[in-house]
């Protein structure tokens, strides 16, 4: 067979292959020095002696032996195999160590990240809902402006006619604003007689009314380009009444800026004097209308008259009427609109 059996020291008991002769069976089967055999031929090699089991190895021609490879393998080893063997063996157990603090190091470092991931998820979700009440507290805050806006207008301008549609030419359905004294650019234009210039004069002196406000900039509001060629004036009108006064136009008009269609008799811009038909309205109690559509403009003169305050301002170009009419009559030729 070519091998050698012996049996195993009180604390490893069995029989165990102590040597396998090179190129003999036993070393072409596999067997190896070390190896355990429980079973030959059917017969349990646990609990049997030394001289049993060589009278059962030699007693078949033919054997069928089971074996657990290496189990008693540190039985038969040198003392140089002995001691490379402890030391494979420490050079496991200390990758295993290694290998264990590695796991509980990762194991920290994702545990550390996945708190700082929700606590940032909470800070999120905190500034989140910060935002929204934030959000929530503007919006009611300007439901409520609106609501105040809405309840003053019906107090002021509820009881009283719709305004007008913008497409409506005002001064075609009301009877025609009285001519008011002006002076363009230097020229009179209707001036009245020197008995009611006097009486005027005197009463305006006496309250300390002004028609346009003598120390105006314009440049302070507006830039060079915008006031290039054109009289611009800033008058300050008595909030006495309605102000009665119709625009028209606006950015997306033919006429490309915001002018005013007519002055109503007996209302505050009629008993102010110093705005007539075909001026232009530049800005109102310091917001500017250069750029606005009409329905903006007619918004922001209602806010400003029904808002606190004695006198609204209005800044105005001068625009002789019969300029205002051809200007107007022109863009409308030019962009053949009815």
Not at 44 to 50: I, L, T
């Amino acid at each position: 067979m070519g091998c050698s059996i012996s049996s195993g020291p009180t604390q490893k008991p069995g029989i165990f292959i102590s040597n396998v002769k090179p190129h003999s069976l036993s070393a072409e089967v596999g067997l190896e020095v070390g190896d355990q055999i429980v079973e030959v031929n059917g017969v349990d090699f646990s609990n049997v002696d030394h001289k049993e089991a060589v009278k059962v190895l030699k007693s078949s021609p033919t054997l069928t032996i089971t074996v657990i490879t290496g189990a008693g393998k540190e039985l038969f080893m040198t003392e140089e195999e002995r001691q490379r063997e402890e030391y494979r063996r420490e050079m496991e157990r200390q990758e295993l160590m290694r290998q264990k603090r590695l796991a509980l190091e990762t194991n920290k470092i994702l545990k550390e990240q996945q708190e700082k991931e929700r606590l940032r998820k909470m800070e999120i979700a905190q500034k989140a809902a910060e935002e929204e009440e934030r959000y929530r507290k503007e919006i009611e805050q300007i439901r409520a402006e609106e609501e105040k806006f809405k309840k003053q207008w019906e107090e002021d301008w509820g009881h009283k006619e719709p305004v007008k549609s913008p497409k409506t030419v005002v001064a075609d359905v009301h009877p025609p604003p009285r001519p008011k004294p002006r002076s363009v650019n230097g020229a009179a234009l209707n001036p009245p007689a020197a008995d009611d210039m006097i009486g005027k004069d005197l009463i305006e002196n006496q309250q300390g009314f002004q028609k346009y406000v003598e120390d105006f900039d314009p440049y302070t509001m507006f830039s060079p380009d915008q006031i290039m060629g054109k009289d611009v004036r800033l008058l300050r009108i008595k909030k006495e009444g309605s102000l009665d006064l119709a625009v028209e136009g606006g950015i997306n008009s033919p006429v490309g800026k915001i002018v005013v269609s007519a002055v109503y008799e007996g209302g505050a811009a009629d008993k102010h004097g110093g705005i007539v038909k075909g001026d232009e309205i530049m800005a109102v109690n310091g917001k500017i209308l250069l750029d606005v559509k009409l329905d903006e403009a007619q918004a922001t003169l209602a806010k400003a008259w029904n808002m606190g305050g004695d006198w609204i301002d209005l800044v105005i170009s001068v625009s002789p009427p019969k300029e205002y009419e051809d200007e107007l009559s022109k863009n409308k030729h030019r962009r053949n609109i009815p």
